[in-house]
Structure formats: structure tokens, C-alpha cells
């Protein structure tokens, strides 16, 4: 699963601001987990991506089960499709340049 981490490093700014307890990098739930909380605390958005390809390479179905019941129907989220969060940046973005 350590593969799974490749974004995460690529971006370790990104991570370190976040400010993640050390267990967040124990598993893949855990630090989907601990992403997911530090997006709510700093009022961010959220993206859990991925193939399904990997979930089935890496026996992460079960794991992946857990992280969705763990992120679903939080009452102080919003929960957009792609085009939908594309379209609240972009529009955001003019409200900015305005």
C-alpha cells in the first residue's frame, strides 16, 4: 500500500501543513481518515481518489468500505461530484478577481 503514499509525498508541504498525527501513516484508512479531519478543521476540500484496480490489487475493498462510512453523511459537510466542486472554485476564483 506504501504506493498508495506517492501523491502524499510529492506534495509533502501540502501534508505538513496539515499538521497529521505520526499514526495517520500506519495505513491507508488511517491517513485517509486523518486527511479527511484535517480538510474539516481547515475547511477544505476533500478528494479521495483512486482506481479500482488498485482497491483490487491491493485487497484495500474492505478498507476503502471503512474510510467512505467514515467520511458519509457528516451534517457540517457538503458533498459535490467533481463538476460541481470545479464549478465552486471557478466561481470563487471571479468572486476574488472582482
Avoid at 11 to 19: A, D, H, M, T, Y
Avoid at 27 to 40: E, M
Avoid at 58 to 79: G, N
Amino acid at each position: 500500500w506504501m504506493h498508495l503514499l506517492e501523491p502524499a509525498l510529492k506534495n509533502r508541504g501540502g501534508i505538513q501543513k496539515l499538521s497529521l498525527p505520526f499514526s495517520a501513516f500506519f495505513g491507508f484508512p488511517a491517513l485517509a481518515k486523518a486527511v479527511f479531519d484535517a480538510t474539516r478543521r481547515e475547511g477544505d476540500i476533500y478528494h479521495l481518489w483512486g482506481h479500482s484496480w488498485e482497491l483490487e490489487k491491493y485487497d484495500l475493498w474492505k478498507e476503502f468500505e471503512r474510510v467512505c462510512s467514515y467520511v458519509s453523511k457528516r451534517a457540517d459537510c457538503e458533498y459535490l461530484t467533481n463538476g460541481s466542486a470545479h464549478l465552486r472554485m471557478t466561481d470563487n476564483i471571479r468572486e476574488e478577481d472582482q
